[in-house]
Nanobody
């Protein structure tokens, strides 16, 4: 069974920063591309950032480009998301997963709540 444990969320004021972390177990982490996703109330889950297996290439949703940075540590089986200049519209539950597994309806972790509000 694959497990994802996300952490680092919280309440932050607009313009603030948070760093999310995800620990992955139960799969050969170093061969999978990884992504961070988010789901806001009443909305579908969306991809916000992607990183390939080697960590040498990343892509971002237009809404977070220039503000969020995804990184990974294959020795520790972790993938992080540094979020700067947060906006109220970034409020959501954030999840990590491997896109290959998402396409095969793989399981998800519980996510971590990010709330941006003054």
């Amino acid at each position: 069974q694959v497990h994802f444990v996300e952490s680092g969320g919280g309440l932050v004021q607009p313009g603030g920063s948070l760093r999310l972390s995800c620990v992955v177990s139960g799969l050969t982490f170093s061969i999978y591309g990884m992504s961070w996703y988010r789901q806001a109330p009443g909305k579908e889950r969306e991809v916000v950032a992607n990183i390939i297996a080697t960590g040498r290439s990343t892509t971002y949703a237009d809404s977070v480009k220039g503000r969020f940075t995804i990184s990974r540590d294959n020795a520790k089986n972790t993938v992080d998301l540094q979020m700067n200049n947060l906006k109220p519209e970034d409020t959501a539950v954030y999840f990590c997963n491997a896109p290959d597994r998402v396409r095969r309806n793989g399981n998800w972790g519980q996510g971590t709540q990010v709330t941006v509000s003054s």
